[in-house]
């Protein structure tokens, strides 16, 4: 299994998981154009994906959904709630087809070619937002962004993920030392809103176990984050608690605007 990321924060996001027969995008927060582009460079071809997930109903992971699907037939996989969320948003100018709408239900596994995956209810303020447990040939990738406070439950998929992609979306101080108005700075430190690098950490610490092999943090804040911040408060709180980065796990902070390196997860 191979994993890129084509972009992770407010600019958009949109994640790739593939093998040698079969593909699986998450989230497609990135204009069409620019994702065929992005397929080009790495000599990948679009046709090779087959299913679509989307974690939640917000622009900046749904925007080309509805013209990725019609062009290349592509099934789209997410909760009721998220699908009507997505159907409202006016940010997608094309509709999902009726045909290509299909439901998953929380903490409910379903088998989508090479990819087995587990969705559960991640925290944040849309219609309602789910992570991913997504197991592929012995391996178990995790992706959880956009949420507000870890919970059991998410702490349960951290344990059990050997790849992990987890949103370190801002620094406390420098939310609140930074230009935005009070009531988003309390939206986005709410138990609905973001989690600071702190809490990504300490949520790490507190749940990962030696099965986890590698930690890409996402969804970076432009404004109140920076990725060397991100990557040495979460360093330095693991190494409070005896895990040592780059010994114990890797770790890496993904690019807001342009891809990752391609990563195979074995």
């Excluded at 927060?29 to 460079?41: A, E, Q, V």
């Excluded at 309390?186 to 790490?204: D, F, P």
């Excluded at 030696?210 to 970076?220: A, E, I, S």
């Amino acid at each position: 299994m191979q994993f890129i990321s084509f972009g992770s924060g407010s600019s958009g996001n949109c994640y790739y998981l593939y093998t040698p027969s079969d593909g699986l995008l998450i989230d497609t927060g990135i204009g069409l154009r620019m994702l065929k582009r992005h397929f080009r460079d790495f000599g990948l071809s679009l046709s090779s994906v087959h299913n679509i997930l989307i974690t939640h109903d917000h622009a900046d992971h749904i925007k080309s959904v509805g013209s990725l699907s019609a062009d290349y037939q592509l099934p789209v996989y997410t909760t009721r709630a998220i699908h009507d969320g997505i159907f409202r948003n006016y940010c997608v100018t094309k509709k999902i087809a009726p045909d290509k709408v299909h439901y998953l239900h929380t903490d409910e596994s379903i088998q989508l070619g090479s990819f087995h995956v587990t969705p559960f209810s991640v925290p944040h303020d849309s219609a309602e937002c789910v992570g991913y447990s997504i197991d592929c040939d012995g391996v178990r990738f995790c992706l959880i962004t956009d949420v507000g406070e870890v919970t059991p439950t998410i702490g349960q998929h951290i344990a059990a993920a050997n790849y992990l992609v987890i949103e370190a979306n801002h620094d406390e101080e420098m939310l609140m030392n930074g230009p935005y108005p009070a009531y988003l700075k309390e939206r986005i430190m709410s138990s609905h809103g973001h989690l600071s690098n702190k809490h990504c950490a300490e949520a790490l610490a507190h749940y990962m176990t030696g099965n986890l092999r590698h930690v890409w943090l996402c969804h970076l804040s432009e404004e109140n984050n920076h990725p060397e911040l991100a990557r040495k408060t979460v360093e330095s709180i693991l190494r409070s608690y005896g895990i040592v980065v780059g010994a114990d796990v890797m770790l890496d902070v993904l690019k807001r605007t342009t891809p990752s390196g391609l990563v195979e997860l074995k």
